[in-house]
């Protein structure tokens, strides 16, 4: 059996975290990132993987209908913060 990567989108409510494969967010209103870090995770022995951080951003706001794109690694949104659509991959490491 062939396994193939396909992108998922998943609607992220306000005041969340969230970690994985990201490669865009987009904005359905005005979204506010307490913090958002930019790059990938490497792998660690069989099973395991860790993340590699580039570069981080804080306290920012992304205006509506506008995208954010990856690589990410983990972002989390403040309580006023609109929903935020991420475009993530199942590859698992």
């Known amino acids: 059996m062939t396994f193939q990567n396909k992108t998922i989108v998943t609607n992220i409510a306000p005041a969340t975290s969230f970690t994985g494969s990201i490669q865009k967010l987009y904005s359905t209103g005005s979204m506010v990132l307490s913090k958002c870090e930019f790059g990938y995770f490497q ?4 099973t395991g993987s860790k993340a590699i951080v580039q570069s981080t951003i804080t306290d920012s706001t992304i205006d509506k209908c506008t995208s954010l794109e990856g690589p990410i690694v983990q972002f989390e949104t403040t309580a006023g913060s609109a929903a935020v659509l991420v475009y993530h991959d199942n590859v698992k490491l």
């Open 43 to 46: 792998r660690v022995g069989q």
